[in-house]
């Protein structure tokens, strides 16, 4: 099992820059994937990053070149700096996990079986 408690979201006007973090508890030491997911009001979850246990990443192409996902594996965490953001970036984020065995794109939110609560971001013009 994994609990996954994301921060760092908040109001920031078009061109900013964010860091989202998230803190990993519980079995971490099987983990294959971890991504970073969004939700915006009456839309599907998307994949905005992902990267794997050899720290392979993938990124939506709506935000490669402005986003850059990392983790730390001594502490235990996964961020996500988004920079240039824009009022469409507007969204829930959520952390996400997985074991794998699944043949899923790692930016696929059906690979994955933990999630966090979210953090809100949301930019403004």
């Known amino acids: 099992q994994v609990q996954l408690v994301e921060s760092g979201g908040g109001s920031v006007q078009a061109g900013g820059s964010l860091r989202l973090s998230c803190a990993v508890h519980g079995y971490t030491h099987s983990i294959i994937y971890m991504g970073w997911f969004r939700q915006a009001p009456g839309k599907e979850r998307e994949g905005v990053a992902a990267?794997?246990?050899?720290?392979?990443?993938s990124y939506a192409e709506s935000v490669k070149g402005r986003f850059t996902i990392s983790q730390d594996n001594a502490k235990n965490a996964l961020y996500l700096q988004m920079n240039s953001l824009k009022p469409e970036d507007t969204a829930m984020y959520y952390c996400a996990a997985d074991y794998g065995g699944r043949y899923l794109s790692p930016l696929n939110r059906n690979l994955y079986n933990y999630w966090g609560q979210g953090t809100q971001v949301t930019v403004s013009s």
């Open positions: 990267i794997d246990y050899d720290g392979t990443t």
